[in-house]
């Protein structure tokens, strides 16, 4: 292997064969909680709904192979992929050089789709370098690292996406606090069916649509609606739980961006189907359901409804609680 002839100054890695790593899909916000709640998904069918990364080798220069569903919306030079980005800061990070590997990157998630696409190359990667090299990185500082590098995709660091995907659970962001996130109570009944239209919604264009301020009744608003939902968790109180899911800072300014989201809502809405809201930016859109038959009609439904694009997806799926992790 190329490490062997590497300086002793070299961070050398024990792996001799291929290792591979997955973080799943998030949705940040969940409605309620903007840039401060975030939840990962997965299908209850076991499909991995999210990237995975392959640590083939070692060599002389780093390489990243390419495939998946969505490999076609990603740029096809990968030298400026957020894989390869991740490895550098990475090693910035450490403060010195590594070996240089030969990568192979799963591209499961749409990008610009409200799924955390961005956060869970991010996530996936960081995860699997710091794996790889023994884990010479804390908890909290690999949480960090993955925040400044999404912050660099989406223009602000924020932690929404790049929190569930890395720790799973839905998470709630603690600003100012060492710990930076906390995992919340959840029903286990609940499914979430997360339905991707197939066209694609940047983050940055998503968020220039926003007021740069928000008056004080606004304010009040979220903050009432954020406590009322954490509380009825705490309390596994359903009813009030589903009540609190008012999106009152971003969906009013995005609802022009995603103009069928109020139909849709009305016919699920008919369908017993309480919530139907905006994934993270958008234009992925999330129902949450109280039973499986619920979930099956919410997305055979919204399936439908988007069935003509072909990189529109539809799953039904269950709170992550593992996370990222090597499979």
Known sequence: MQSNSLPNNVL???????????????????????????????????????????????QAQMSLEITGRYQHQLPSDSSDNLVLRCFYAFEKKLGKPLPRLQLRLHKNLPVGSGLGSS?????????????????????????????????????SVHYDNVAPSYFGGLQLMLPQSKQLCRALPWFEHW??????????????????????????????MFAGMLSRFVT?????????????????????????????????RADLQAAGILHLGISGAGPT???????????????????????????????????????????
Do not use: W
Not at 25 to 36: H, M, P
Not at 196 to 215: D, F, H, I
Not at 290 to 313: F, G, M, P, V
């Open 191 to 220: 499914r979430v069916v997360l339905c991707y239209p197939g066209t694609v919604l940047s983050t940055k264009a998503a968020r220039e649509v926003l007021p740069k301020q928000v008056s004080l009744a606004q304010s009040i």
């Open 232 to 264: 009825a968790l705490y309390q596994q109180d359903e009813s009030e739980a589903l009540a609190a899911l008012q999106d009152v800072i971003a969906e009013p300014y995005r609802l022009a961006l995603i103009p069928q989201l109020t139909q849709l």
């Open 285 to 327: 859109l999330f129902a949450v359901c109280q039973s499986d038959q619920q979930a099956s009609i919410a997305a055979e439904y919204l399936s439908r409804h988007y069935e003509k694009n072909q990189d529109a997806i539809t799953h039904i799926c269950k709170l992550s609680s593992a996370g990222a992790r090597a499979l």
């Open 119 to 155: 956060a869970c190359s991010i996530v996936v990667a960081c995860y699997a370098f710091n794996d790889y090299f023994s884990a010479p990185l804390a908890e909290a500082e690999l949480l960090q690292l993955m925040a400044e590098a999404e912050g660099q995709v989406s223009g």
């Open 12 to 58: 050398k890695s024990t792996a001799i064969k291929t290792r591979r790593y997955y973080a799943p899909a998030s949705t940040g916000n969940f409605s309620v909680g903007f840039d401060l709640l975030g939840a990962a998904f997965e299908p209850v069918n076991g499909d991995l709904f999210g990237d995975v990364l392959e640590i083939c080798a070692e």
